[in-house]
């Protein structure tokens, strides 16, 4: 995939706007992770060094269309200042008079960082109107989120028809890396699927079926490949109108030459707590009154062994209840396996989420090819998908 990006001449001396993903955590108003910050980074340096006056434009949380000021973004433009040394001016709208001024006194070493884009219930329309709004006190605009990228929204997508527009540096590399996955793997090439949810998975594992010589399943949703097996699965996870899919699946698997595999031991606890007493089982031996919270070590093997002989790796969801200490080893374990794969030479992706931040909970973040920034947005993207945020600086001959 070849995207229309900027050059030096495209935004030198120009009002440049950004739509960024500064959706970050935070906690007593202060930011907790601040990965989603560091990502943009390159991008902002670049169209400084370029000459550009540089706004930020960003949404963070859910506030539905209202203000709410427990999802405003100055806190967060605190900390990108702390991070960075730059000077950051935090403008309390993202359209109307605060904009209008803020732009009459932009100082050339000022960075502009506008409130909460949802904010503002026309965002989530991609509404034509609002993205005129948004754009009318800048020249030019660049695209650098890629996790919003799955959505069709005014700063995402509508915008893009009003200002002369370019991908931003993250969206070319997480497009150019999670397209080396998708499109052209080398082989052997091994999907690890896990997380709570079959349902989530689907259309990646529909899409990927075609592509990949193993599926690993690990997680919550191995439960209900396991009861589309005819297994007993206790009180573990199960998303019973999908049992029928697994069951597809695992026949559609056979029919490709595609491996499954399942786990073959797994930890099972009382509880779905920290401190549940737990214990190790076949899973032909789950006890009824228990629910399998993460893989076991004989999984683990098995596992390792086939991202270790593969090409491709891709991961796209926890083991097990990475969260809790007692359920995190599986996890770890898988992280640690795409660790050393990626040593050895294969080209391993994290798709973003929940195992993006398990495998920086366990320190393998920068030892392996690339983790993405997007949950949604990278399923989206292996699910073949053109996301409508990216499909505007779409190039590819
Ligand atoms: P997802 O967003 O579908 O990737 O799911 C991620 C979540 O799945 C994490 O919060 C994990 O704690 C959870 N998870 C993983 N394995 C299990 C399991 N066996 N039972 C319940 N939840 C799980």
Same mark, same amino acid.
């Given at each position: 995939?070849k995207l229309k990006t900027f050059l030096p001449g495209d935004v030198s001396g120009k009002k440049v706007l950004v739509r960024v993903?500064?959706?970050?955590?935070?906690?007593?108003?202060?930011?907790?992770?601040?990965?989603?910050?560091?990502?943009h980074?390159?991008t902002l340096r670049a169209l400084k060094a370029a000459g550009a006056k540089v706004a930020l434009i960003s949404?963070?949380?859910?506030?539905?269309?209202?203000?709410?000021?427990?999802?405003?973004?100055?806190?967060?433009?605190?900390?990108?200042?702390?991070?960075?040394?730059?000077?950051?001016?935090? @403008?309390?709208?993202c359209i109307?008079?605060?904009v209008?001024?803020?732009v #009459?006194?932009w100082?050339?070493?000022?960075f502009l960082?506008l409130?909460?884009v949802?904010?503002?219930?026309?965002?989530?329309?991609n509404d034509m109107e609002f993205a005129k709004s948004i754009s009318k006190n800048f020249d030019v605009f660049v695209m650098d989120a890629f +996790?919003a990228s799955?959505?069709a929204h005014s700063s995402t997508r509508a915008i893009a028809e009003v200002l002369p527009s370019f991908a931003g540096i993250l969206i070319v590399?997480?497009t150019?890396?999670? +397209?080396?996955?998708?499109?052209?793997?080398?082989?052997?090439?091994?999907?690890?699927?896990?997380?709570?949810?079959?349902?989530?998975?689907?259309?990646?594992?529909?899409?990927?079926?075609?592509?990949?010589?193993?599926?690993?399943?690990?997680?919550?949703?191995?439960?209900?490949?396991?009861?589309?097996?005819?297994?007993?699965?206790?009180? #573990?996870?199960?998303?019973?109108?999908?049992?029928?899919?697994?069951?597809?699946?695992?026949?559609?698997?056979?029919?490709?030459?595609?491996?499954?595999?399942?786990?073959?031991? @797994?930890?099972?606890?009382?509880?779905?707590?920290?401190? +549940?007493?737990?214990?190790?089982?076949?899973?032909?031996?789950?006890?009824?009154?228990?629910?399998?919270?993460?893989?076991?070590?004989?999984?683990?093997?098995?596992?390792?062994?086939?991202?270790?002989?593969?090409?491709?790796?891709?991961?796209?969801?926890?083991?097990?209840?990475?969260?809790?200490?007692?359920? #995190?080893?599986?996890?770890?374990?898988?992280?640690?396996?795409?660790?050393?794969?990626?040593?050895?030479?294969?080209?391993?992706?994290?798709?973003?989420?929940?195992?993006?931040?398990?495998?920086?909970?366990?320190?393998?973040?920068?030892?392996?090819?690339?983790?993405?920034?997007?949950?949604?947005?990278?399923?989206?993207?292996?699910?073949?998908?053109?996301l409508p945020g990216i499909e505007p600086y779409d190039i590819t001959?």
């Amino acid at each position: 995939m070849k995207l229309k990006t900027f050059l030096p001449g495209d935004v030198s001396g120009k009002k440049v706007l950004v739509r960024v993903d500064l959706n970050v955590p935070l906690a007593d108003g202060k930011v907790t992770d601040s990965t989603r910050i560091a990502a943009h980074l390159p991008t902002l340096r670049a169209l400084k060094a370029a000459g550009a006056k540089v706004a930020l434009i960003s949404h963070l949380g859910r506030p539905k269309g209202k203000v709410d000021p427990k999802y405003t973004l100055a806190p967060v433009g605190e900390e990108m200042a702390r991070m960075t040394g730059w000077k950051i001016r935090f @403008v309390p709208d993202c359209i109307g008079p605060e904009v209008e001024k803020a732009v #009459s006194e932009w100082k050339d070493d000022e960075f502009l960082l506008l409130e909460n884009v949802r904010f503002h219930p026309e965002e989530e329309q991609n509404d034509m109107e609002f993205a005129k709004s948004i754009s009318k006190n800048f020249d030019v605009f660049v695209m650098d989120a890629f +996790s919003a990228s799955h959505r069709a929204h005014s700063s995402t997508r509508a915008i893009a028809e009003v200002l002369p527009s370019f991908a931003g540096i993250l969206i070319v590399k997480e497009t150019e890396m999670l +397209s080396v996955a998708r499109d052209k793997p080398q082989k052997p090439f091994v999907l690890i699927l896990g997380g709570a949810k079959v349902s989530d998975k689907i259309a990646v594992v529909e899409n990927m079926m075609k592509k990949v010589d193993t599926i690993l399943i690990g997680g919550g949703m191995a439960f209900t490949f396991f009861k589309a097996q005819g297994r007993e699965i206790g009180k #573990s996870l199960c998303e019973s109108d999908k049992i029928e899919f697994a069951a597809r699946m695992l026949d559609e698997a056979d029919k490709h030459g595609v491996k499954i595999l399942l786990p073959l031991d @797994v930890i099972v606890a009382d509880e779905f707590k920290p401190d +549940s007493p737990y214990l190790l089982v076949s899973p032909d031996e789950i006890p009824s009154d228990k629910m399998g919270l993460d893989i076991g070590p004989k999984t683990v093997e098995a596992f390792t062994k086939v991202i270790l002989g593969s090409k491709t790796v891709l991961w796209n969801g926890p083991m097990g209840v990475f969260e809790m200490p007692a359920f #995190s080893k599986g996890t770890e374990a898988i992280a640690k396996a795409l660790a050393e794969a990626t040593e050895k030479g294969s080209f391993t992706v994290v798709g973003g989420g929940d195992s993006a931040a398990a495998i920086t909970q366990f320190g393998y973040e920068n030892k392996v090819s690339h983790v993405s920034t997007g949950g949604g947005a990278s399923l989206e993207f292996f699910e073949g998908k053109i996301l409508p945020g990216i499909e505007p600086y779409d190039i590819t001959e």
